[in-house]
C-alpha cells in the first residue's frame, strides 16, 4: 500500500476513524495496485465534523470578503507551486492520462481565480428609496454547508464548490468519492497552508451511510452533489424533504450533431478527442452523435482519428474492472442488435500494466434510437453514431434523452448553428466544440436529469447558492412625523 489509510479532517487536523470498522481499497486503476484504504465514516464523524465546523463560522463569516480571498489567493499560488505532484496523485487514483490531469488542476487554478474576484461581484445595492430612506442588499453566508462529489475530476470538482463556498463567508463538509479520496487530501494541507483557519473546511470520508446523514443533519444548510442523475435525485429528494437547499447535478448523456458542411478534419479531431478524453468519463464528454445526411467522409475520418488514441499511452484507464465491463456490454448488446462497430474498444491489456482497466477508442455505427447504447449514459469512450435525414430530425432525438448536460453542433452555418442552439434542450451548447465546458466567469450546470434545484455550480450563478440576501431599510434622517413612504 503505498499511501497510509486514509483519515477524515476535522478542525484543522487529521483523525483517525475508530467510529466504524469498515474501510474500502483505494485501487490505481492505472495497474490495479493498491494505494489505499477509505474509512466508512458514520454519524458520529459527521457529528465531531459539524461541531468544529460550527464553532469556526462565527468569526469566519464575520472576517470581511477582501481578507477571506486572500487564503484563495495564497491556494491559488499553491496549486501552481505543485502543480506535478497534485497532477501525479489525480493520475494515479482515477486513472486518467497525466497531462489530462494537468489540465484538471489548471481548470481548479482557474476555479480558484475566480474566487478571489468575488469581492468585486458581491457587493450589493444600495438605494435612497424615499427621502433618508435606504434599502440595501447583501450576500450573507448560509453557515455550515456540504459538498458531495464524484470520481471523475479529484481535484477539479471539489474545486468547483470549495473556493466560491468558503470565500462567501460559509464552512464547508466535504464528502470525497470513496474511489479517490487522496486528491482531497492534499488540498486540504494546501488550504491550510494558504492560511484557511481550522475548522471552516471538514473532510468526512465515506459512501451510503455518510451522504445519508448529510442529507439528514439539521446542523447543514445546504448540499450541493456531483455524480449520477440515480443518486443526485435521492440526495436531491432527501435533503430538500429537510428543509435544506440543494443542487444536485447528475449524469449525461451528450450529443453532438454533424452537418454534412462540417470541416471534416476539425470535426473529427474534436469528436474522437471528446468522446475520448478521460477515457470517457467525463459529464461533458460526447457519447452519442447524430450524422444528419450523407456524413461518411467525416465518420470515416473520426475513425482515423479514433485508431491513433492508444490505451496506456494517450488513453486513460477507467476507474475499475467493474466499469471495464460495463462499458464492453454495452459494446457487445449494440453488435448483437445489429450496431456496426467500426472500431473496437474491447478487451485491452496494456503491457507491463496488465492490472489496469482499459477500454479503447470504440466507434458504433447504425446505432438505433431504441438500443441501451443510444439511451443510456456509458462513462467510456464509446460513441454510438446514428443516422438521420435532416436537422430537425436530428433534434427529435436530442430532445428526447432525459438528459441535458452538453449538445454541440458541428457546421459551417451560421443560420443552422443558431436554429440548433434555440432548439436543443440541454444548459451548455457548443458550436465546432466537442466539450462546452464553459470557463469563468460564465457558470456551469445543464438542464433536465443533469441538474436539480436552481442556478449552477459555478461561474457568477453559484453566488445565489451559497448565499442568502438580507434586504435592510434604514432612516436616520431626524423629522418626526414622517412615516417610511415620505
Ligand atoms: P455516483 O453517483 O456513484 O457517486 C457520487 C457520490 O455519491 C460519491 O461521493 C458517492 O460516495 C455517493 N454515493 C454513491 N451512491 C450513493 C447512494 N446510493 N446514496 C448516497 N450517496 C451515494 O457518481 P460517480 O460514479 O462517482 O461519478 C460519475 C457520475 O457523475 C456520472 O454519472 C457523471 O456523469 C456524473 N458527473 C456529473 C457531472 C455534472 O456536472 N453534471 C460532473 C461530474 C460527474
Same mark, same amino acid.
Given at each position: 500500500m503505498k499511501y497510509p489509510i486514509i483519515k477524515n479532517y476535522i478542525n484543522g487536523q487529521f483523525v483517525t476513524v475508530t467510529s466504524s470498522p469498515r474501510t474500502l481499497d483505494v485501487v =490505481? #486503476?492505472? &495497474?490495479?495496485n493498491k494505494l489505499s484504504e477509505v474509512p466508512m465514516s458514520t454519524g458520529k464523524d459527521l457529528n465531531e465534523a459539524l461541531l468544529a465546523a460550527k464553532a469556526a463560522f462565527p468569526s469566519w463569516s464575520r472576517t470581511p470578503i477582501k481578507e477571506r480571498v486572500q487564503i484563495f489567493f495564497r491556494y491559488r499560488s499553491l496549486l501552481e507551486k505543485n502543480l506535478k505532484e497534485l497532477a501525479e496523485l489525480c493520475s494515479e487514483e482515477n486513472g486518467k492520462t497525466y497531462s489530462e490531469s494537468v489540465a484538471e488542476v489548471e481548470k481548479s487554478i482557474e476555479l480558484t481565480e475566480f474566487a478571489t474576484s468575488l469581492p468585486q461581484l458581491v457587493t450589493g445595492e444600495i438605494l435612497e428609496v424615499s427621502r433618508g430612506v435606504e434599502c440595501r442588499t447583501e450576500h450573507v453566508p448560509l453557515g455550515v454547508v456540504a459538498s458531495i462529489v464524484p470520481f471523475n475530476f479529484p481535484n477539479m470538482v471539489p474545486n468547483w464548490t470549495m473556493p466560491n463556498a468558503l470565500a462567501l463567508g460559509n464552512c464547508m463538509i466535504l464528502k470525497p468519492s470513496e474511489k479517490v479520496p487522496l486528491s482531497c487530501v492534499r488540498l486540504a494541507e494546501l488550504l491550510k497552508e494558504a492560511g484557511l483557519p481550522d475548522g471552516v473546511l471538514n473532510i468526512v470520508n465515506g459512501d451510503v451511510e455518510i451522504v445519508e446523514a448529510i442529507c439528514d443533519? #439539521? &446542523? /447543514?444548510d445546504a448540499v450541493s452533489f456531483v455524480g449520477s442523475t440515480k443518486v443526485a435525485k435521492i440526495v436531491y429528494q432527501r435533503a430538500t424533504s429537510h428543509y435544506k437547499r440543494c443542487l444536485a447535478l447528475g449524469g449525461a448523456k451528450n450529443h453532438l450533431m454533424v452537418l454534412p458542411d462540417a470541416k471534416p478534419e476539425m470535426t473529427a479531431q474534436n469528436v474522437a478527442a471528446s468522446m475520448s478524453g478521460c477515457a470517457g468519463q467525463r459529464c461533458m464528454a460526447a457519447s452519442a452523435m447524430v450524422a444528419v445526411g450523407n456524413v461518411d467522409h467525416i465518420i470515416d475520418k473520426i475513425c482515423i482519428e479514433a485508431r491513433k488514441i492508444v490505451p496506456g499511452v494517450n488513453l486513460g484507464a477507467v476507474i475499475n474492472k467493474e466499469s471495464q465491463h460495463r462499458i464492453e456490454r454495452y459494446i457487445t448488446e449494440a453488435e448483437k442488435a445489429g450496431a456496426k462497430i467500426l472500431v473496437d474498444g474491447r478487451n485491452i491489456k496494456v503491457p507491463g500494466k496488465e492490472g489496469g482497466t482499459y477500454v479503447g477508442p470504440t466507434v458504433i455505427d447504425y446505432v438505433r434510437r431504441e438500443m441501451s447504447v443510444a439511451k443510456e449514459e456509458i462513462f467510456g469512450p464509446v460513441i454510438s453514431i446514428m443516422r438521420t435525414n435532416t436537422v430537425d430530425e436530428a433534434l427529435a432525438i436530442e430532445n428526447a434523452n432525459p438528459y441535458g448536460n452538453a449538445a454541440s453542433v458541428f457546421t459551417q452555418n451560421g443560420g443552422m448553428a443558431r436554429y440548433i442552439i434555440d432548439h436543443a434542450s440541454a444548459g451548455m451548447i457548443g458550436v465546432n466544440v466537442g466539450v462546452p465546458v464553459p470557463r469563468e466567469p460564465f457558470s456551469f450546470g445543464g438542464w433536465n436529469e443533469s441538474k436539480f434545484g436552481? $442556478? &449552477? /455550480?459555478? $461561474?457568477? =450563478? =453559484?453566488i445565489e447558492f451559497w448565499t442568502k440576501l438580507k434586504k435592510s431599510t434604514t432612516k436616520w434622517n431626524p423629522e418626526a412625523g414622517v412615516n417610511w413612504m415620505s
Open positions: =490505481s #486503476p492505472l &495497474d490495479g443533519h #439539521p &446542523d /447543514i436552481v $442556478g &449552477d /455550480i459555478t $461561474g457568477k =450563478s =453559484s
